[in-house]
């Protein structure tokens, strides 16, 4: 497996990251044009969280999450890249992590389920912890 194919699921969270952005003003626009206030009166997410039902915030949650562990996969997979240290079980975890955080942001946009979210948060997250593992022990 080369070395590159570590920067293809890198891709892949920026896709996701993406498609949550346009979900997010997708849901959140018609609802403000439905609450009928003024632009003005959504300065803060708590202020928004007054006027539009809370389904709608779902995805600009989500958004914010993912800027929370995702940073730490795009610097390690770079990480992984620029040093050459990216094997195949750094490879097949990458994806894993994009495909935990796929069914994360799946289900955080839509039904929201906080046991399943936590589930597939928390399964992203070992994986994650497992290629920072196997980075460090690298190097050792």
Known sequence: MSNEQILLPM??????????????????????RRAGKP???Y???????????????YPANNFRNLFELPVL?????????VTAMAGTADVIAAWLF???RTVHSAIHCTVNI???RFAAYSAAAL??????????????
């Open 11 to 32: 891709l892949g969270m920026m896709v996701l990251t993406a498609v949550v952005w346009f979900v997010l003003y997708a849901r959140r626009i018609p609802a403000m």
């Open 127 to 140: 994986t994650l912890w497992f290629m920072l593992g196997r980075a460090v022990w690298g190097v050792l």
């Open 39 to 41: 632009t003005q009166a």
């Open 98 to 100: 994009l495909v935990f």
């Open 43 to 57: 300065t803060t997410p708590d202020k928004a969280a007054t006027f539009l039902p809370e389904e709608v915030s």
């Open 114 to 116: 906080v046991i399943l």
């Open 73 to 81: 996969f795009y610097a390690l997979c770079l990480y992984l890249y």
